[in-house]
């Protein structure tokens, strides 16, 4: 299969992006006021080498000039944890390493259908040591997570011509999300901490709506934050009418995106 690049993406994309119905809180409006009604397919997606694929909506979420500055960021940062202590900061390819180990023990929890007490009384010595206290972080939201639909899977937006990774689909607490895991050094207890990430899982359920390959829809999502030292993670959940807000957002930012093209 030809490797999918961003310039395959983003050919004939159009320059300006109409959504004038996407006010309803509607699944069908949410996807972009688009309904595909064809039977489902295969997804050619699943061959797509993610070491090289580069994600258009990476691309705009970091195109975006934030409000929040470096400076104003430590600013609040010493505000809620006391003063910044310098020390050696981690390699970006560190952070990456880290974040494939955890999604990948992740995977396979969720997969398996155990719990993770399951798991840490007879498997958890064949972790990595770097993910153990992740997934000790985050062992209280994976009681509440059921029913996964989809994991590390990709989705397309047939309409506005993007892609994207989703971390997984399955039920919080009964109710069908998207859910985003994040790792962090420091606590991120409000939605707010958590910056552009709503914007992204909207798109990201905004692409899944719309892709033929999908036979449900997603209206919630849901951002969960795992700590290096087991504190226990925060979840962050989008309800649908959050969902809609962060929607019309992402609309207005690959609008800009592309008109910068």
């Keep these: 299969m030809e ?17 004038p119905h996407c006010t309803s809180l509607s699944v069908s409006h949410f996807s972009a006021c688009h309904c595909l009604a064809s039977s489902r397919r295969h997804s050619p997606y699943s061959s797509v080498d993610r070491e090289r694929y ?34 050696k900061p981690k390699s970006q390819s560190q952070d990456l390493q880290q974040g ?3 999604h990948s023990a992740l995977e396979d929890i ?3 259908g155990s719990t993770w007490k399951d798991k840490s009384l ?44 989703v ?8 109710v069908l999300c998207i859910i985003d895991w994040k790792t962090s050094d420091k606590p991120k207890p409000f939605l707010s901490n958590t910056y552009d990430n709503p914007i ?20 919630n999502g ?14 962050h959940q989008l309800s649908s009418e959050l969902m809609l807000e962060y929607w019309k957002t992402w609309l207005l930012r690959l609008e800009e995106f592309r008109e910068q093209r």
């Design 54 to 87: 580069t994600s258009l909506v990476k691309s705009v979420m970091s195109s975006r000039v934030s409000s929040q500055t470096p400076e104003t960021l430590q600013a609040e940062d010493e505000h809620m944890y006391g003063p910044v202590v310098r020390t």
């Design 167 to 174: 971390d997984c689909v399955a039920r919080y607490r009964g």
């Design 122 to 165: 007879s498997e958890a010595p064949k972790y990595p040591s770097e993910v153990l206290g992740y997934m000790e972080s985050i062992s209280h939201i994976l009681e509440d997570i059921s029913a996964v639909r989809a994991i590390e899977s990709t989705v397309q937006h047939d309409t506005l011509n993007y892609l994207g990774i």
């Design 3 to 19: 490797a999918i690049t961003k310039r395959t993406i983003a050919k004939s994309i159009p320059t300006r992006i109409f959504a």
């Design 100 to 102: 494939k180990l955890f």
């Design 200 to 219: 992204q899982v909207a798109a990201y359920a905004g692409a899944l709506n719309s892709d033929e390959n999908y036979k449900y829809q997603v209206e």
């Design 222 to 235: 849901l951002i969960v934050v795992a700590y290096k030292d087991g504190t226990p993670a925060h979840a």
């Design 110 to 112: 969720l997969m398996s």
